[in-house]
Every structure is written in structure tokens, then in C-alpha cells.
């Protein structure tokens, strides 16, 4: 499968196929500047993301399971059909499945880009009896950009929620800051669903923090004195942002965390939650998210 893959889609030295942890089939983005990123086929999961210095951004649980049909915790889970409040697998069954490479090049510019798919399946069908697309596609320049396009292949609409769940790597949670949440109404998970609104111009975590900000703005910014970087977030067609980290307590009672991981990671969220989408019959639904790092 390797060989195939590095025969049909590589581009040396910038695109090729590993065996990555548990042996799950990594795909390896190098770009000229010296920026690179990874993901592995299951789940279409980027699992890392490093500047030109190769510094990793990305944060990834040295306890992640990599095995088919297990969340992999850490780099940017892809959350579809449902993020929460339904009857599907947590997140969603996108990211728990294999997706196949459909496209890889360098673009004259240098662009590192590819795109992988998938397509209703048996198993999807069981849980969600609709006929869909997805398309993921990553550019890798001196950003990190992914666009998510869903292709309603049915004869009717259907609706559906999704997020890029990204972990990010910090130095420190109590250094960490996101700014571009002022005055927005927030459910608050920790406290049960209650909507409250943000107050704070800089939210700061201190505690177990689970929060789905509505109609945020389609620009967030996540400061991290510790390491000295900043990370701007910038949306499209995703109203809503979520922060999370699950502090001490919570981190402790997930297998797949070491108790001190929460210092070193939140999750600052695009996501279309609180409203799902609506997608008619023969329809594509089409999401953006650009990563940009500067030095805070
Ligand atoms: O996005 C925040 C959240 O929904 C939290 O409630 C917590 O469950 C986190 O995602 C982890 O979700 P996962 O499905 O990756 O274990």
C-alpha cells in the first residue's frame, strides 16, 4: 500500500507516505520554506504541524491510540456529521474512518497540497443512512489551511454539524490567551448547557473549560507567552468557535491524556454547532480554516 501510494501520489522530497504510530499510514508535507505538517489516512487527521524552524505546533497525547476506528487525541480531528447531543460516536464517524488520497502536487508557488476523500460507506450508512462526499483538502505554505467540502448526494437535504477540533501546543496553559470572544453568548458545558456571555477581551483558562461560542468573529487569535508564539485562526462558513481544555481532574480520567497534559495543549475550535447545516439534495457545503503563526 506504501509503495503505492509513494508511486501514485508522492513528490519527492515534498510529498511521501510513512508508516506512522501503530503502523497507520502517515502522509508527510514538507514545504521549501522548511514548514511541514502530517496526517494520517484515518480520519484525514492532521497529527502535526511545524513552522520553518520546525517548531511543533501542534499538540499530540503521547498516550493517543493509533488504531482503526480510535479518535486519534491530538493534532486537528475532523468533526462530522455531529459534534454533540445525537445518537453517532462522539464527533462523528468522520474521523474514525480510512479516507483515500485523491490528489497531491507542489504547486509552482511552492504550495504543498492534497486532497483526500470519503464517500458513504456501509458503516457510515448504519449510523447516518444519507449518500454524501467529503473532500479535505490541506495546503501547507506558511500557513496551514484545510477546506472541507460535503457533496449531498442524496435525493433530499440532510444536515449535519462540523469543527476542526485543533489541539494546540503550549508551553503553558496559564500563559495562554484567545482574544476575539468579547461579548459573545457561550454555552458552557462544564455548567451543564447554560449560555452565558464572555466578558473577558482575553480569555484565560484557570479550570475545566468546555465552552461553544455562537456566531464568533471568523478571526481568533490564541497568544502563548510561554513559547512566545501567536496563532491567528481565521474562519469560513463556520459560525462558531469552541474552547476547550479539561484541566487537572478531568485530563487525569482520560486514558489517552497523561495527567499533565492539560498544561500543554487547549483545543480553540471552528466549528458550524449551534446551528447545523443545511444541505440540499446535489448541494456542496464548503469550510475553511487558516492557520498562521507569528512570534507573540
Ligand atoms: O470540543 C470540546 C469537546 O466536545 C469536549 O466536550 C471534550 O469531549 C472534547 O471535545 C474531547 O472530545 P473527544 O471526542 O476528542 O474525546
Not at 69 to 93: M, N, S, T, V, W
Not at 219 to 226: A, G, V, Y
Request: charged share 20%; proline share 3%.
Amino acid at each position: 500500500m506504501l509503495e503505492t501510494l509513494n508511486r501514485d501520489f508522492g513528490v519527492d522530497p515534498a510529498i511521501c507516505f510513512v508508516n506512522g504510530n501503530g503502523n497507520q499510514i502517515k502522509m508527510v508535507l514538507a514545504h521549501r520554506s522548511g514548514a511541514s505538517a502530517e496526517l494520517y489516512l484515518q480520519g484525514a487527521h492532521v497529527s502535526s504541524w511545524k513552522t520553518a524552524q520546525q517548531e511543533e505546533l501542534l499538540f499530540m497525547s503521547s498516550k493517543s491510540a493509533f488504531a482503526p476506528g480510535k479518535a486519534i487525541r491530538g493534532g486537528i480531528p475532523l468533526i462530522f456529521p455531529q459534534f454533540g447531543g445525537g445518537d453517532l460516536p462522539a464527533h462523528g464517524f468522520a474521523r474514525n474512518e480510512m479516507w483515500s488520497v485523491k490528489k497531491a502536487a507542489v504547486a509552482s508557488n511552492g504550495d504543498v497540497t492534497t486532497i483526500l476523500g470519503l464517500a458513504a460507506n456501509d458503516a457510515t450508512k448504519k449510523v447516518w443512512p444519507h449518500h454524501f462526499e467529503l473532500e479535505l483538502t490541506v495546503c501547507l505554505n506558511d500557513k496551514l489551511t484545510l477546506t472541507l467540502s460535503c457533496r449531498n448526494l442524496d435525493q433530499h437535504e440532510f444536515d449535519f454539524q462540523t469543527a476542526f477540533h485543533t489541539y494546540f501546543q503550549l508551553g503553558n496553559i496559564t500563559q495562554a490567551r484567545v482574544t476575539g470572544l468579547n461579548g459573545l453568548t457561550f454555552i458552557d458545558k462544564v455548567k451543564g448547557g447554560v449560555k452565558e456571555t464572555e466578558k473577558r477581551s482575553e480569555v484565560g483558562i484557570d479550570q475545566e473549560t468546555d465552552r461553544v461560542y455562537l456566531n464568533a468573529p471568523n478571526e481568533l487569535t490564541l497568544t502563548d507567552n510561554s513559547s512566545r508564539r501567536a496563532i491567528t485562526l481565521t474562519k469560513k462558513e463556520m459560525r462558531d468557535a469552541v474552547v476547550w481544555n479539561p484541566w487537572a481532574e478531568r485530563c487525569k480520567n482520560m486514558s489517552d491524556l497523561a495527567p499533565g497534559d492539560y498544561e500543554h495543549f487547549i483545543c480553540v475550535e471552528s466549528g458550524a454547532i449551534g446551528e447545523k447545516i443545511k444541505l440540499a439534495a446535489g448541494k456542496t457545503y464548503l469550510c475553511t480554516q487558516v492557520l498562521t503563526c507569528t512570534k507573540a
